[in-house]
């Protein structure tokens, strides 16, 4: 059972990874995150049941509502770099290089 | 004893000094600078009251030595400031504070005009102060500080005329050599201090006097002391500086050579007398170097053209015959010696003043003068007073401390008996061909009457004729200063604040303190006959045979080029300063810019180079930043994987 809970959970927070760091696309990145949140919630969730923890269940709660906060202001940012012109493309946004 | 039972006399003797010079510097300087001698002049008159007041107490039997403030403490060390009132610093400082301040009289006219007027006579002063705490000082600590005064005071003197570069090669040649022998002094200084944990003269006498092992720094001591007075009081082998220190104004050069400067060599070595009597090698050594250096400044003296240059060669034979006394254990005729030389080198630089300031030079060549008797007629008559003063010459001043200098060395026989009498022959040649050459003759060689000298006013003659007198009859202080010396030195009840409370009263008797030795008729007739013998050569060589000077000059260069060398010791040590000068280049220069500098600089051009190669892995891409921070995250949970 267990084997396979980690499994998908590994499944998701390695997709989630690759997605964020291979990906240049903002929003496929931002979905990788989002990706990588569901994976950790699973293991959580699969945990809390069986030790019978409610304190885990608050924090999965809370990754939920800290998640969709995410989502919010990771889109409102996406969005305001679209409005400026410059494309959806992380290899174009290099103000910092050195 | 206690501070308030401390005479008026020895207050005065430093609150005179202090308020004219913070008068003078604060109220007339800005003011009204051509007055700034007044106030001085009257702190002159002050302190020589009050040093032949306490002279007067001490020959009472009223020396006292007291602490009167605690500068610093720790544990059981301190540094105190007392006052030390004996007989040898009264006997000094009394002959200090007449020829000062009548060297101070001839300044103030001698400079008027000069537009450092005010500046001289503030320095000239604090030159007198530093004296004065020199020689009042209680413990070796705080007589290195007026040490050192009287070294910076001496150089902003001989430096006065700083736009001349000369001056300024000679202040600092001056100032450079006091300092190292004030290195010695210093190493001395603090080895006093580590050894007998005090640097009070009086209990360093107990102790050296009450020990019954030798503490094993003594010689070391000893010799360090020998080499610091050897600097300042001109000895060989650093005695050069004091020739070049002429580039001063006259007055200075009178002050330097007779009161202040080079006296404070010999008196530090009478005050440190009981440590380096302890030591049996040490008294030798001092008579060595004096005798050495009395007969090798002498011969020089006998050789040089500047008048000046004359007479500070013989300021250096002089003090080594001082050195001489002292190392033969005769420290009340090293203390008779210095008090009589400061009388007849006061006047004799003073009459070279009078001669350069006829020609309007601050100093004047053998070429420029002869046969000028007739016109200087008082500064030719102080001349002679205080030659015949110095070639010693019965019953002038001169006489008594050289007869007694030589019975000392032809009792202990020798090369010491040679030399006093090779020094006896050749300061009475010395000064009477310095003599003959100035106020006689003209020969063809010197521009004579044609420079047309013309006698100074009176108040340039004035004090050189009772300085002349002074050299004359200072013979009559002889018992006196045996009394200051031998007693003065030897009552001084020395009230000691022990820590932890109690107080306690030190009696050291001295080692080598001798009184003066006997009369002896043989004595007289030898210093006689040596002394009539150089007059005599003195006169054939400038007044029989009157170009002699000029011809052997110029028949033989290399013979003058040996003289003028200084038997080649100058080429010496300029070997030395320029071997010193070129590491101190390579230092600055290699040293410093090259090896120095280039490490600090590469670090900042390493840490520039290789910020540039790491900014290449900063593309600004997102994903990059990412990727480190996954793999920093991959790392960090690895190390915690393996704790």
Redesign the interface.
């Known amino acids: 059972m267990s084997a396979a809970i980690w499994a998908i959970t590994a499944f998701l927070f390695s997709a989630g990874l690759a997605a964020v760091v291979l990906r240049r696309q903002l929003l496929a990145m931002l979905l990788g995150v989002e990706l990588m949140i569901a994976g950790v919630n699973v293991a959580l969730v699969h945990y809390a049941g069986r030790y019978a923890d409610a304190e885990a269940l608050a924090a999965v709660a809370v990754v939920i509502a800290v998640a969709a906060a995410e989502a919010v202001v990771g889109l409102s940012l996406i969005l305001k770099v679209l409005r400026s012109g410059r494309g959806l493309d992380a290899g174009d946004l290099a103000e910092l290089r050195g | 004893m206690t501070a308030a039972q401390v005479p008026l006399s020895a207050w005065l003797l430093f609150a005179a000094p202090i308020a004219a010079l913070l008068l003078g510097f604060f109220v007339f300087r800005p003011l009204k600078p051509e007055w700034t001698h007044l106030p001085i002049l009257l702190s002159c008159a002050v302190v020589t009251g009050a040093s032949l007041a306490l002279t007067a107490r001490v020959l009472a039997g009223g020396s006292f030595d007291l602490n009167l403030y605690r500068w610093a403490a720790a544990g059981r060390w301190a540094i105190d400031f007392g006052l030390r009132v004996d007989g040898p610093g009264t006997a000094v400082l009394s002959m200090v504070a007449v020829v000062g301040s009548l060297i101070h009289v001839y300044a103030a006219s001698y400079m008027k005009g000069d537009p450092g007027f005010s500046r001289f006579f503030l320095v000239f002063h604090l030159f007198f102060l530093a004296m004065i705490g020199l020689l009042t000082a209680n413990n070796f600590v705080q007589l290195y500080l007026f040490w050192e005064l009287v070294g910076v005071a001496s150089y902003l003197l001989v430096g006065f005329w700083f736009h001349k570069e000369s001056a300024r090669k000679a202040a600092l040649k001056a100032f450079l050599t006091n300092r190292v022998g004030d290195f010695g002094f210093l190493l001395a200084l603090l080895l006093i201090l580590t050894s007998f944990k005090v640097g009070h003269f009086q209990l360093v006498y107990f102790l050296v006097r009450n020990s019954t092992t030798m503490p094993e720094f003594l010689p070391l001591i000893g010799v360090l002391l020998i080499w610091a007075a050897c600097a300042k009081s001109a000895q060989f082998p650093l005695y050069f500086w004091l020739p070049d220190a002429m580039e001063g104004p006259t007055p200075t050069s009178a002050l330097m050579h007779a009161a202040t400067m080079v006296t404070a060599g010999v008196f530090l070595l009478i005050r440190a007398w009981p440590l380096i009597a302890a030591v049996p090698a040490l008294p030798p050594l001092v008579a060595a170097i004096g005798a050495f250096t009395a007969v090798f400044a002498a011969v020089l003296a006998a050789t040089k053209k500047d008048l000046k240059r004359i007479l500070a060669y013989s300021t250096v034979s002089h003090l080594g015959l001082m050195m001489l006394a002292l190392g033969l254990g005769q420290v009340a005729v090293a203390v008779l010696h210095l008090i009589i030389h400061g009388f007849f080198k006061a006047a004799l630089f003073l009459c070279a003043g009078n001669v350069g300031h006829a020609i309007h030079q601050p100093t004047a060549n053998v070429d420029d003068v002869g046969g000028w008797g007739p016109s200087m007629r008082m500064t030719q008559a102080c001349f002679v007073l205080a030659a015949l003063s110095l070639a010693g010459i019965w019953p002038f001043g001169g006489f008594f401390s050289k007869d007694a200098i030589l019975d000392a060395a032809l009792a202990r026989g020798g090369a010491f008996a040679l030399a006093g009498a090779l020094v006896s022959v050749l300061s009475a040649f010395y000064i009477f061909r310095m003599m003959f050459l100035t106020f006689h003759g003209a020969r063809p060689e010197q521009k004579g009457l044609g420079a047309h000298p013309h006698e100074a006013g009176p108040e340039f003659v004035a004090p050189i004729v009772l300085l002349s007198l002074g050299a004359a009859l200072a013979g009559l202080l002889k018992s006196r200063v045996e009394t200051l010396v031998v007693l003065g030195w030897q009552q001084v009840p020395f009230v000691v604040p022990i820590i932890g409370g109690q107080l306690r009263i030190l009696r050291a008797d001295l080692p080598g303190v001798s009184v003066l030795p006997e009369f002896s008729a043989t004595v007289f007739a030898i210093g006689t006959g040596l002394a009539a013998l150089g007059a005599g050569a003195a006169y054939y060589a400038t007044m029989m045979d009157a170009s002699w000077d000029w011809r052997w000059r110029a028949s033989s260069p290399r013979l003058s080029n040996v003289f003028e060398s200084d038997f080649g010791w100058k080429i010496v040590v300029d070997r030395l300063v320029a071997g010193v000068a070129g590491f101190a280049r390579f230092v600055g220069q290699v040293f410093d810019k090259a090896w120095w500098d280039g490490a600090i600089e590469g670090a900042g051009t390493a840490a520039g180079g290789a910020g540039g190669i790491?900014?290449?892995?900063?593309?600004?891409?997102?994903?990059d930043a990412?990727?480190w921070m996954?793999a920093g995250t991959a790392l960090l949970l690895a190390a915690r994987g393996l704790r």
């Open positions: 790491l900014s290449g892995f900063s593309r600004g891409r997102l994903n990412l990727w996954t």
